[in-house]
């Protein structure tokens, strides 16, 4: 069948009716639905702001921890500008103290060589028999098996592949003349007395072993010891099998990479870390006012001008939720407590130098308020009363646990600001499954429409054409005289 439009039977025009009818049932839905969609849009995004300011600040609350509060810096002053003799850390236990290091000697591993003119070339055979070889040092060893007619060079490749050699390196010189070809074994486990030792089962590898089998006579010998690294510490000797030394001064740790020059020792200072601590201090303002800030523009309300109808200023995503403001106001009543078992002197923030402007932001203020500043507080404390900040912030019940504890109702996975965001989520999901409802309404509705006025369009073309015949039939009778 043909596709009619709509009027072309009657000569209305229907389509254009039926066309409005549809786009007013459409565009009143669709309005309310889009608009609640940009409402929702917009406050998922500020929660999401919300919660990333919420968790920067609570990561600077975090770093005001006991341990990172009583750090101590371990600044190395080396003897030359040429070389780093000494690298060293300190646990935040360790006292403080200038110490004079020198550094006498390196940690190394022992060195094992075959006599002179043992072998003449990398293919002389080092066994005519099987036989199996242990390497050992400072409790390690790996195996590795010789079989009859192994020459010299696939004995190293043997050892050098090896998967658990714990670090033996086989190499092999050719000297020629009065020294000939000579296997080189070293070890990287270092340490006075953890020399490399080779045995063996079977008497007739002994020429390449240091241990001999059954009393006969070994073929290699340590041309170098296994030494220990050695430091004098104010005057005091200590040492370590490796280059590094724990403990040599209490919760101090330090790795020695060069022997320090006669006459010219390096010095080790191990203070508390004042610069580190003031920074951590100043992240925590700077991330409590951006969360301020933060939450007055989602929060700020709307502004219209004097007609009533032009925006002055826009509101925030979020100038609806009384919780937002709610959130912030628990925090900052948290920051205006005092710690109950801080120092008697420095147990607030403003003790410490941190007070609060008249527009709701932290500061360390130069201005003094009485006979002291924020500032004059604050360098008093890093310098008389150090560990005092620490408890302030990292005891059980000190800003670290009170606030951490308090931002993590917010921010943690199923906190507020989650259960807030999800549904946000969940009204979006139903306002697009509302829409694609409408959508099928509205087919539905045009469909309904076409159909009641496609009758009505024939039937008024129906009546249009019974009036033309009837109008031709009575201009087609006689006239009366």
Excluded at 33 to 60: I, N, V
Excluded at 220 to 238: H, N, R, Y
Excluded at 242 to 257: G, I, R
């Amino acid at each position: 069948m043909a596709i009619r439009a709509l009027g072309s039977a009657s000569g209305l025009d229907l389509e254009s009716l039926v066309t409005q009818l549809v786009k007013a049932e459409r565009i009143s839905k669709e309005d309310r639905l889009e608009t609640a969609k940009k409402s929702l849009d917009s406050s998922l995004s500020g929660y999401g702001k919300l919660k990333s300011a919420m968790s920067k600040f609570q990561d600077a609350v975090k770093a005001l921890s006991l341990d990172n509060l009583n750090a101590r810096t371990a600044t190395v002053k080396q003897p030359t500008d040429t070389k780093t003799y000494i690298e060293a850390t300190a646990k935040n236990t360790a006292a403080a103290g200038v110490f004079d290091i020198k550094v006498k000697t390196l940690a190394a591993g022992s060195r094992v060589e075959s006599a002179d003119l043992a072998y003449t070339s990398t293919s002389d055979v080092v066994s005519a028999t099987a036989g199996e070889l242990t390497f050992g040092a400072d409790g390690k060893s790996f195996k590795i098996d010789v079989t009859a007619g192994m020459t010299l060079d696939q004995l190293r490749q043997a050892i050098n592949s090896k998967k658990d050699n714990f670090g033996v390196s086989a190499n092999i010189i050719n000297g020629g003349g009065t020294v000939g070809t000579k296997l080189v074994l070293t070890s990287n486990i270092t340490g006075a007395t953890n020399d490399l030792t080779i045995t063996n089962n079977n008497a007739a590898l002994d020429g390449i072993s240091t241990v001999p089998n059954s009393g006969g006579t070994a073929g290699l010998t340590v041309t170098k010891p296994a030494a220990s690294a050695e430091v004098i510490i104010d005057g005091i000797s200590t040492f370590s099998k490796t280059n590094t030394f724990t403990n040599a001064l209490q919760d101090t740790e330090f790795k020695v990479q060069n022997v320090t020059p006669d006459g010219n020792n390096a010095t080790l200072t191990i203070a508390t870390d004042k610069k580190g601590t003031e920074d951590k201090l100043k992240a925590f303002i700077d991330n409590y006012n951006a969360l301020v800030t933060e939450v007055e523009a989602l929060t700020k309300n709307r502004v219209l001008g004097p007609d009533g109808k032009s925006v002055v200023t826009e509101g925030g995503a979020l100038n609806n939720d009384p919780t937002v403001r709610s959130m912030l106001n628990m925090v900052t009543s948290a920051l205006g407590k005092s710690v109950p078992s801080a120092s008697a002197g420095l147990n607030n923030l403003y003790s410490l130098g941190i007070t609060m402007t008249s527009n709701g932001r932290l500061e360390i203020s130069s201005s003094k308020v009485g006979s002291t500043s924020g500032r004059e507080r604050m360098d008093s404390a890093l310098k008389d009363n150090f560990d005092g900040i620490a408890k302030l912030f990292g005891n059980s019940d000190g800003f670290n646990t009170t606030l951490n504890g308090l931002l993590s109702q917010f921010t943690q996975k199923g906190g507020l600001l989650e259960n807030k965001e999800t549904s946000l989520r969940n009204n979006l999901t139903k306002n697009a499954k509302d829409l694609e409802i409408h959508n099928r309404y509205i087919e539905s509705y045009e469909a309904t429409l076409r159909q009641r006025y496609g009758a009505l369009d024939t039937q008024l073309g129906q009546l249009q054409g019974t009036s033309s015949m009837l109008s031709s039939q009575l201009a087609s009778l006689p006239r009366s005289r």
